[in-house]
């Protein structure tokens, strides 16, 4: 069964400053995607960022990055020059290509300080 | 703009009763899906549907209904609404014209049993 961990419940970073947000997943197929959900306080979730596992290439958008390890299953989300807004719950997803069924992380609360 | 929209924002119930939370999209995407939010799970899949005429049952569907008349919208029944069902439901939709097209989800209903 496919499976998505995110192993830090609660991380906290300093305004502009740059944080890591871990995930891991187990997987036996060769075609999927991958994905970061933002879910602030209004409890809207947020589409951040895509993988797609066929791609070498690191997804990025703006201040979002990722590291995609594909041998080691690990997909972290980088936010650099952190702002105040991206406070927020986390989610890392993923999704078997042909397949409708997201399978998500159990979060990763981020808390950024003025 | 296009969005996708759910109603109610809350609700509060009684054990036995029944409950339809409504989704609506306008961007005219053939996937719908039904999520359940709970603290310590993430998101689990509820329902899904391709399609008008066409629905799927997800991870967690015991205790839920939905049916597809249209294409904009895929309600959730509770049939027999119990505590256990307390829960943030969020909608989402895809338009799965390529593999990797991303869901998009409505701002969410949560639900109180009593």
């Known amino acids: 069964a496919q499976t998505v961990t995110q192993s830090q419940p609660e991380m906290s970073v300093q305004e502009a400053e740059t944080v890591t947000l871990s995930c891991t997943y187990d997987?036996?197929?060769?075609?999927?995607?991958l994905f970061w959900y933002k879910q602030p306080p209004s409890r809207q979730m947020i589409l951040v960022i895509r993988?797609?596992?066929?791609?070498?290439q690191n997804a990025t958008e703006n201040r979002f990055s990722v590291n995609f390890q594909k041998a080691a299953k690990s997909f972290s989300l980088k936010i650099s020059d952190s702002q105040l807004g991206d406070a927020a719950m986390y989610f890392c997803a993923y999704r078997v290509g042909g397949s409708e069924k997201l399978v998500f992380g159990k979060g990763t609360k981020l808390t950024v300080n003025p | 703009d296009a969005e996708i929209t759910q109603s109610p924002r809350h609700k509060i119930t009684e054990t036995g009763r029944q409950v339809t939370l409504a989704c609506h999209q306008t961007w005219n995407h053939n996937n719908m899906f039904w999520y359940r939010q709970d603290l310590g799970h993430g998101l689990r899949l509820i329902h899904y549907?391709?399609?008008?005429?066409?629905?799927n049952k997800g991870e967690v569907s015991d205790g839920y209904s939905v049916s597809r008349s249209n294409t904009e919208d895929l309600p959730l029944t509770l049939e027999s609404a119990a505590s256990s069902q307390t829960s943030v439901y969020f909608c989402?939709?895809?338009?799965?014209?390529?593999?990797?097209?991303?869901?998009?989800f409505g701002p969410g209903t949560r639900l109180t049993v009593l």
């Open positions: 989402a939709s895809r338009y799965a014209v390529a593999a990797g097209d991303t869901q998009y």
């Open positions: 997987t036996s197929e060769s075609d999927y995607y």
């Open positions: 993988q797609e596992a066929y791609k070498q």
């Open positions: 549907s391709y399609g008008v005429q066409d629905t």
